[in-house]
């Protein structure tokens, strides 16, 4: 494994899939998306800190089941230099609905959990009848 001094001002396409274990194809995807911009300089692709500051929200947002259109939205709202106000409270209603979703798919998981256990449960008895009955 390379090790990345985080103070490079740029990365090579290997470079950033190393430090996040991404493949060069996601990368391009997210280049493709319009989700990154890395600087061209012939036929390679130099990620600088920004592009390495958006892919980590972007694996974070993934992460936390935010769509890629969501992301992009999220990022575009961006300002370096003013008031980032819009886009902290439309990060927070996305994460607030995000959470409520990934608390419903949690307790449906439970019950599906539960279930399986008792089949199962039922089941090895079954099993262990049979079983006994042949020997």
């Given at each position: 494994?390379?090790?990345?001094?985080?103070?490079?001002?740029?990365?090579?396409?290997?470079?950033?899939?190393?430090?996040?274990?991404?493949?060069?194809?996601?990368?391009?995807?997210?280049?493709?998306?319009?989700?990154?911009?890395?600087?061209?300089?012939?036929?390679?692709?130099?990620?600088?800190?920004?592009?390495?500051?958006?892919?980590?929200?972007?694996?974070?947002?993934k992460r936390f089941g935010f769509?890629?259109e969501d992301i992009r939205q999220?990022?575009?709202?961006?300002?370096?230099?003013?008031?980032?106000?819009?886009?902290?409270?439309?990060?927070?209603?996305?994460?607030?609905?995000?959470?409520?979703?990934?608390?419903?798919?949690?307790?449906?998981?439970?019950?599906?959990?539960?279930?399986?256990?008792?089949?199962?449960?039922?089941?090895?008895?079954?099993?262990?009848?049979?079983?006994?009955?042949?020997?």
């Amino acid at each position: 494994m390379t090790i990345i001094d985080p103070s490079a001002e740029t990365l090579t396409i290997r470079e950033m899939c190393d430090t996040y274990q991404v493949t060069a194809r996601t990368l391009r995807f997210y280049e493709a998306k319009e989700l990154l911009a890395p600087i061209r300089s012939r036929s390679k692709r130099l990620y600088t800190k920004q592009d390495r500051a958006r892919l980590q929200l972007i694996l974070r947002g993934k992460r936390f089941g935010f769509s890629l259109e969501d992301i992009r939205q999220l990022l575009d709202m961006y300002n370096r230099n003013g008031s980032n106000q819009a886009q902290l409270a439309r990060t927070f209603d996305l994460g607030q609905d995000r959470l409520a979703q990934m608390k419903a798919q949690a307790a449906e998981l439970q019950i599906a959990i539960a279930e399986l256990e008792e089949e199962l449960q039922g089941a090895s008895a079954a099993l262990a009848a049979f079983r006994a009955a042949a020997e």
